[in-house]
């Protein structure tokens, strides 16, 4: 199983971009899929996620109002668009997968990184003031 993330670069802040995951090996789309940050010298912390059914969704306060997280099941695909891009979203961003299919949990829990057992290779995503 792999999560191929891509569609990182270097903007400027209040710029836009559009992250996607594509999954190969299985298909995602009765799992829940999340995307997560590291910024040097950082914890990977929880930036959004989408329940397996694509009917709700979630985000860390930091992000909520500027990114959306999305789902194309036909395409085995989960995208992350991001605006209003800040110098403090610098980071790299890994996709991660739920195994686990048709599960729903508490809300504090799509946050969690134990959640999720299979994770992508990380696209970097730098802002400039």
């Known amino acids: 199983v792999q999560l191929q993330a891509s569609g990182g670069g270097l903007v400027q802040a209040g710029d836009s971009l559009r992250l996607s995951c594509a999954a190969s090996g299985r298909t995602f789309d009765n799992s829940v899929m999340g995307w997560f940050r590291q910024a040097p010298g950082k914890e990977r912390e929880f930036v959004a996620a989408i329940s397996w059914s694509g009917s709700r969704t979630f985000y860390a306060d930091s992000v909520k109002g500027r990114f959306t997280i999305s789902r194309d099941d036909a395409k085995n695909t989960v995208y992350l668009q991001m605006n209003s891009l800040k110098p403090e979203d610098t980071a790299t961003y890994y996709c991660?997968?739920?195994?686990?299919?048709?599960?729903?949990?508490?809300?504090?829990?799509?946050?969690?990184?134990?959640?999720?057992?299979?994770w992508g290779q990380g696209t970097q995503v730098t802002v400039s003031s």
């Open positions: 991660a997968a739920d195994s686990a299919r048709r599960r729903t949990y508490l809300d504090s829990h799509y946050g969690r990184r134990g959640t999720y057992d299979y």
